[in-house]
């Protein structure tokens, strides 16, 4: 393996080695189905420790580059071929409780937003009255951005970060925004307010069958769809997440027809992996996809707060077509939930919730 750690990078050194291994595996050189050589073998060309190999070699096994075969070693799982769909899969709707225990568990502690608050009175004082910028307010924004590139690798101007209420609300604006002279494609089964946000909005929509890994790909060639709403990670409520091979084929699928990815990612922090999910705007250089996220899964139901990423090249667009919207967020809550981004309270909260769900998993089996 050709390979030499950057020594003054502030990035560890199990994180540069399981980026050239992504490199290589998406580049075919090592190849679907193909071996890696020996975690010693690995260790000794980097100048590293086995348990630093190990490591890496885990985050590729979760994202789905490679599988782990015991006494045998680790294997690329990742096709850069167009991906061969899997034969549909029965899907279980996710159980209530199950989902209400989940909910209570990834809740914010009420000494942290009881805390968080009474900051932010103290420190902005009569400003929390001011209307807020009809994008949302610029501190929320530049903290939104921030944590995205520390922690999801998602590299953002503020500019291109909008504030609304919600998933729900950025459904409504996308279809006045993209128009509906083209369908809509979204995942079968999908979250229901997904296809009645579209179709009370006048849009056409396609519904695509799922398999294990991503919906299917003969579903996607027969499409007539110009924008495909996804929900990578922990799709709603078939539970399954896109494996690496489907998320590349997605982004393949978009660039071919001109058209665009919406990214439902609001579930995606509360992975019990190691690592976050690769988001698909992270992992794209042709500004065709739009990202949405929210912070009523990760803080709390009631916070109705969400955001949308833009590609640069639609910022002028939206501007001039939808600026006109006030912001649907009250100033008071954009501003703790920046204090809660800029102290670590936020990060700091879906940690342990990530913890105590991987010790859950843990104990399961």
Same mark, same amino acid.
Request: proline share 4%; hydrophobic share 35%; aromatic share 10%.
């Given at each position: 393996?050709?390979?030499?750690?950057?020594?003054?990078?502030?990035?560890?050194?199990?994180?540069?080695?399981? *980026?050239?291994?992504?490199?290589? !595996?998406?580049?075919?050189?090592?190849?679907?189905?193909?071996?890696?050589?020996?975690?010693?073998?690995?260790?000794?060309?980097?100048?590293?420790?086995?348990?630093?190999?190990?490591?890496?070699? $885990?985050?590729?096994?979760?994202?789905?580059?490679?599988?782990?075969?015991? *006494?045998?070693?680790?294997?690329?799982?990742?096709?850069?071929?167009? /991906?061969?769909? @899997?034969?549909?899969?029965?899907?279980?709707?996710?159980?209530?409780?199950?989902?209400?225990?989940?909910?209570?568990?990834?809740?914010?502690?009420?000494?942290?937003?009881?805390?968080?608050?009474?900051?932010?009175?103290?420190?902005?004082?009569?400003?929390?009255? =001011?209307?807020?910028?009809?994008?949302?307010?610029?501190?929320? *924004?530049?903290?939104?951005?921030?944590?995205?590139?520390?922690? #999801?690798?998602?590299?953002?101007?503020? $500019?291109?970060?909008?504030?609304?209420?919600?998933?729900?609300? %950025?459904?409504?604006?996308?279809?006045?925004?993209?128009?509906?002279?083209?369908?809509?494609?979204?995942? &079968?089964?999908?979250?229901?307010?997904?296809?009645?946000?579209? @179709?009370?909005?006048?849009?056409?929509?396609?519904?695509?069958?799922?398999?294990?890994?991503?919906?299917?790909?003969?579903?996607?060639?027969?499409?007539?769809? @110009?924008?495909?709403?996804?929900?990578?990670?922990?799709?709603?409520?078939?539970?399954?997440?896109?494996?690496?091979?489907?998320?590349?084929?997605?982004?393949?699928?978009?660039?071919?027809?001109?058209?665009?990815?919406?990214?439902? &990612?609001?579930?995606?922090?509360?992975?019990?992996?190691?690592?976050?999910?690769?988001?698909? /705007? $992270?992992?794209?250089?042709? $500004? &065709?996809?739009?990202?949405?996220?929210? /912070?009523?899964?990760?803080?709390?139901?009631?916070? *109705? !707060?969400?955001?949308?990423?833009?590609?640069?090249?639609?910022?002028?667009? /939206?501007?001039?077509?939808?600026? %006109?919207?006030?912001?649907?967020?009250? =100033?008071?809550?954009?501003?703790?939930?920046?204090?809660?981004? #800029? &102290?670590?309270? %936020?990060? #700091?909260?879906?940690?342990?919730?990530?913890?105590?769900?991987?010790?859950?998993?843990?104990?399961?089996?």
């Amino acid at each position: 393996m050709n390979f030499q750690l950057d020594t003054l990078s502030k990035e560890p050194a199990y994180l540069q080695l399981y *980026r050239k291994f992504v490199e290589d !595996i998406v580049s075919n050189i090592y190849p679907y189905g193909g071996k890696l050589p020996s975690k010693r073998t690995l260790a000794s060309d980097a100048g590293v420790s086995v348990i630093t190999v190990e490591h890496a070699m $885990s985050l590729l096994c979760d994202e789905g580059y490679i599988e782990s075969r015991e *006494r045998s070693g680790y294997y690329v799982t990742f096709k850069s071929s167009e /991906f061969l769909g @899997k034969p549909l899969v029965e899907i279980q709707p996710a159980v209530l409780s199950s989902d209400l225990h989940q909910v209570s568990d990834s809740l914010i502690s009420y000494s942290v937003a009881a805390k968080t608050i009474r900051k932010v009175l103290q420190d902005y004082g009569e400003r929390i009255l =001011v209307k807020s910028p009809n994008q949302g307010c610029r501190e929320l *924004r530049k903290e939104i951005c921030m944590y995205l590139a520390r922690s #999801r690798g998602i590299l953002i101007k503020p $500019s291109q970060v909008i504030i609304g209420s919600g998933a729900e609300y %950025f459904y409504g604006l996308l279809v006045q925004l993209l128009g509906t002279e083209h369908m809509y494609a979204v995942e &079968n089964p999908c979250y229901e307010k997904i296809l009645q946000v579209y @179709k009370a909005m006048g849009a056409g929509v396609e519904q695509m069958d799922l398999s294990s890994e991503g919906i299917l790909t003969e579903e996607l060639e027969r499409s007539k769809a @110009k924008y495909l709403h996804v929900t990578p990670f922990h799709s709603y409520p078939s539970g399954i997440t896109a494996s690496i091979s489907k998320k590349h084929e997605y982004l393949r699928w978009a660039e071919k027809r001109e058209g665009l990815l919406i990214e439902d &990612n609001y579930d995606s922090e509360l992975t019990v992996s190691r690592k976050p999910e690769k988001s698909l /705007f $992270s992992m794209t250089q042709t $500004s &065709n996809v739009i990202y949405i996220n929210t /912070f009523s899964k990760t803080i709390a139901p009631s916070i *109705r !707060i969400g955001y949308m990423i833009l590609p640069e090249k639609m910022e002028k667009p /939206f501007n001039e077509k939808l600026g %006109f919207y006030s912001c649907t967020v009250p =100033v008071l809550d954009q501003l703790v939930i920046a204090e809660l981004l #800029r &102290n670590g309270d %936020f990060e #700091r909260h879906i940690n342990r919730v990530r913890r105590m769900r991987r010790k859950q998993k843990r104990e399961q089996i």
